[in-house]
C-alpha cells in the first residue's frame, strides 16, 4: 500500500486539503491517515490529481506516430510522461493507406506492452483522415483525401478508439451508421465543410464527438450555425485545444457552459513538441515551429507543441473554471469519451491508481500509472 500525504487532492467535484490518498494497483480512498506500514510519499504541498489523457496527439521530441516505428511510438510515451499523461492514443493523419495501415498495426503491437512500460499507456489510436473534406484540410495532405469506408475502421476496431471523418462525405451516413452498429469506435466530425443541418443528422446518425472543436470546421454564424453549432446544440463530446492560439480562450468559459463534462481538453501536438523552435516535418509535410505557434511553410496552422498540463493550466489561469473542472477536462471526460470512465480518468475508488503528482503551477513532479512511478522530475 502506498499513500501520498501533504497534497491538495484534485477529485472530480472538489479539492480536499489535509488528507491523504492510498493506493496499490488500483485507488484505495482518500483517508484521514496513511495505513500503518504504507509507503510514504510526499507532495510537498503541490497538487495530487489523475493522470492526463490526451484523445489527439501526433508525435513528441521529433517523433511522428505515422513514423509506424515501435522506436517513435516509444519516444512519444516516454516524452509526454513527464507532462502527466498517463494514457493517450497517438494519432494518425491523412496519409498514404499504407502508411496508415502500418502506424496502426505498430500501435496494435505495442499496446500491450505499454500499459507496463517506462511511459504513457497507449489506450488506443486516434485515425485523424484520411475520410475528410479537402476543403477543410488544415495541415493534412489533400492527395490522400479517401471517401468514408466502414470496412477499413471495422478492421481496425481493435485499436481505433475514434476516427475523424467529415460526415458529408459519407452518403447518406451510411459508414458512419456501419461503424456505430458494428464497432466501439467513436465517429467524430473533423475536418468537415457540412452546414449546420448536415452536421447536425450526423449526430443523430452515430457522430459523437466533436475533432479540435473551431478548428477545420464550418465557424457558428447567427445565420449558418456550421459545425460548430451542431456540436455545440448536440450532446457529442467535443475536443478542444487549449494552447491560447488555435482557439480564443475568451471562448473556453462558454464551451465550458455549453458542453459541461463532454469537454474534453487536447494537444494536438506535433513531433515540435518538447524540441527547440525550428523546421519539422508531419506526415512528410515541412513545418516551423515558433513560440506556441506551429505552422505549414505557406502560413496554414498546424497544430501545437503543447503539454497536456500546460493546457490544463491555460484553461485555469485564463477563466474562472475551477482547477477540479479544468482537470476533469483533460482526465474524466476523455476517460468517458472513448468509454474507458469506468477504469480511468479519476481518483474515485477501485479506479487504476494513475496518479499526478505537480508544484502549484502544475508542473509534473510525479507521474504514476498503475500505481508504480513511471516518472520524476
Ligand atoms: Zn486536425
Not at 471517401?147 to 476496431?157: I, M, N, R, S
Request: with cysteine; proline share 4%; net charge negative.
Amino acid at each position: 500500500m502506498k499513500a501520498i500525504i501533504n497534497g491538495k487532492i484534485i477529485l472530480k467535484d472538489r479539492i480536499v486539503e489535509g488528507k491523504v490518498l492510498v493506493y496499490d494497483s488500483v485507488i484505495r480512498g482518500v483517508c484521514d491517515n496513511a495505513p500503518e506500514g504504507a509507503e510514504i510519499i510526499d507532495a510537498k504541498g503541490g497538487y495530487v490529481a489523475p493522470g492526463l489523457i490526451d484523445l489527439h496527439i501526433h508525435g513528441y521530441l521529433g517523433k511522428d506516430v505515422c513514423d509506424g516505428e515501435p522506436e517513435s511510438i516509444r519516444t512519444i510515451a516516454e516524452g509526454i510522461v513527464a507532462n502527466g499523461v498517463t494514457g493517450f492514443l497517438p494519432t494518425t493523419m491523412t496519409v498514404d493507406m499504407k502508411v496508415i495501415r502500418k502506424a496502426l498495426e505498430c500501435l496494435r503491437s505495442l499496446k500491450e506492452e505499454s500499459k507496463t512500460w517506462n511511459g504513457t499507456a497507449i489506450l488506443g489510436c486516434h485515425a485523424e483522415g484520411p475520410f475528410i473534406n479537402a476543403k477543410k484540410k488544415g495541415a493534412q495532405d489533400e492527395k490522400y483525401i479517401l471517401k468514408p469506408d466502414a470496412a477499413f475502421v471495422k478492421e481496425y476496431a481493435d485499436i481505433i478508439k475514434i476516427i475523424s471523418l467529415a460526415p458529408e462525405m459519407d452518403e447518406d451516413f451510411a459508414a458512419i451508421r456501419e461503424i456505430v452498429a458494428d464497432t466501439d469506435v467513436v465517429v467524430s466530425m473533423g475536418h468537415t465543410d457540412a452546414d449546420y443541418d448536415t452536421a447536425y443528422k450526423s449526430t443523430v446518425n452515430g457522430v459523437s464527438h466533436a475533432t479540435h472543436l473551431f478548428n477545420a470546421m464550418t465557424a457558428l454564424a447567427h445565420r449558418n450555425p456550421g459545425v460548430v453549432g451542431a456540436a455545440l446544440n448536440s450532446d457529442v463530446t467535443t475536443e478542444l485545444i487549449v494552447d491560447t492560439f488555435h482557439v480564443n480562450p475568451a471562448l473556453y468559459p462558454i464551451v465550458a457552459k455549453l458542453k459541461g463534462d463532454k469537454l474534453c481538453f487536447i494537444t494536438d501536438c506535433l513531433p515540435a513538441g518538447g524540441l527547440p523552435e525550428g523546421q519539422y516535418t508531419l506526415g512528410g509535410t515541412a513545418f516551423v515551429s515558433k513560440g506556441i505557434e506551429c505552422r505549414l511553410l505557406d502560413g496554414t496552422i498546424a497544430g501545437s507543441i503543447l503539454k497536456m498540463n500546460k493546457g490544463v493550466w491555460n484553461v485555469y489561469t485564463t477563466t474562472d473554471l475551477p482547477l477540479w473542472y479544468c482537470v476533469n477536462c483533460a482526465s474524466l471526460n476523455p476517460a468517458n469519451a472513448i468509454g474507458m470512465g469506468a477504469t480511468k480518468g479519476s481518483l474515485d475508488i477501485g479506479k487504476d491508481a494513475d496518479i499526478i503528482i505537480t508544484d502549484n503551477e502544475f508542473n509534473v513532479e510525479k507521474t504514476i500509472i498503475g500505481g508504480t512511478v513511471r516518472y520524476e522530475a
